[in-house]
T-cell receptor
Framework: DQQVKQNSPSLSVQEGRISILNCDYT??????FLWYKKYPAEGPTFLIS?????DKNEDGRFTVFLNKSAKHLSLHIVPSQPGDSAVYFC?????????????FGTGTRLQVTL | NAGVTQTPKFQVLKTGQSMTLQCAQD?????MYWYRQDPGMGLRLIYY???????DKGEVPNGYNVSRLNKREFSLRLESAAPSQTSVYFC??????????????FGAGSRLTVL
């Protein structure tokens, strides 16, 4: 039972354009959503998060949008840079105790081309 | 500041052998986690420890045991390795959710191959 889904295994975008990575979830009890970035042979690193009470959170070139009614979130990267080429994982959790564990999606490999 | 340190980085085992993956964090975090990453499966939680002295099963605990040795260290043991346990293993830690998301800090990973 995949509670967090990333249906696009890969995405290719030209440098300078917008990258949009999508994530869907099924558990309406999730309170927080996070995006992680992973380079080869390294551990995932935290990128940005959003609370379920918000619909947008922005941090520099990265913006996360949350549509609770559709159980959908997306990560926008503008403008995309070659250094953004990595695997991006969406994750979700509840609040407190065992609910705070992160559940991850399967990842989307982003390639930013010159 | 080292963050989360995992050892070894690479290991090859034969079916039936045992081994322990070590993890240590220097951020004074209460919670620690072990995940495995497999192609097309994302990151799946094996075991976690919400605080020193406690451990709980995650999504895929079968074939593994864990020990929260102290606040800093959380080890993962394979008692009798199987080819299905070939994977990349990540240890992570977090300071909890004082005011928001439970942000995990990950180690660099341990690549395990079971022949």
């Amino acid at each position: 039972d995949q509670q967090v889904k990333q249906n696009s295994p890969s995405l290719s975008v030209q440098e300078g354009r917008i990258s949009i990575l999508n994530c869907d979830y099924t558990n309406s009890m999730f309170d927080y959503f996070l995006w992680y970035k992973k380079y080869p042979a390294e551990g995932p690193t935290f990128l940005i998060s959003i609370s379920s009470i918000k619909d947008k959170n922005e941090d520099g070139r990265f913006t996360v949008f949350l549509n609770k009614s559709a159980k959908h979130l997306s990560l926008h990267i503008v403008p995309s840079q070659p250094g953004d080429s990595a695997v991006y994982f969406c994750a979700a959790s509840g609040v407190g105790g065992t609910a705070s564990k992160l559940t991850f999606g399967t990842g989307t490999r982003l390639q930013v081309t010159l | 500041n080292a963050g989360v340190t995992q050892t070894p980085k690479f290991q090859v085992l034969k079916t039936g052998q045992s081994m322990t993956l070590q993890c240590a964090q220097d951020m004074n975090h209460n919670s620690m986690y072990w995940y495995r990453q497999d192609p097309g499966m994302g990151l799946r939680l094996i075991y976690y420890s919400a605080s020193e002295g406690t451990t709980d099963k995650g999504e895929v605990p079968n074939g593994y045991n864990v020990s929260r040795l102290n606040k800093r260290e959380f080890s993962l043991r394979l008692e009798s390795a199987a080819p299905s346990q070939t994977s990349v293993y990540f240890c992570a830690s977090s300071g909890g959710q004082p005011s928001g998301a439970n942000v995990l800090t990950f180690g660099a990973g341990s690549r395990l191959t079971v022949l």
